[in-house]
């Protein structure tokens, strides 16, 4: 699923450094090195990411 979401999502680079790769379902947290840092599945995604979802896919 983590892998799916790499490579199928919109990537954003974050304040720490990190990117942020953002699907419907979920999203991938990699760090510089492109170690897995954290995932979430989108029951788990707050208001500021619900509203970041509809803007990078139109919804």
Request: glycine share 8%.
């Amino acid at each position: 699923m983590a892998d799916d979401w790499v490579a199928n999502g919109k990537v954003l680079r974050q304040s720490s450094g990190n990117h942020i790769y953002i699907t419907r379902e979920g999203a991938v947290v990699l760090n510089n090195a492109g170690e897995l840092v954290t995932t979430y599945p989108k029951a788990d995604f707050d208001a500021n990411m619900v509203n970041t979802v509809e803007q990078l896919f139109g919804e």
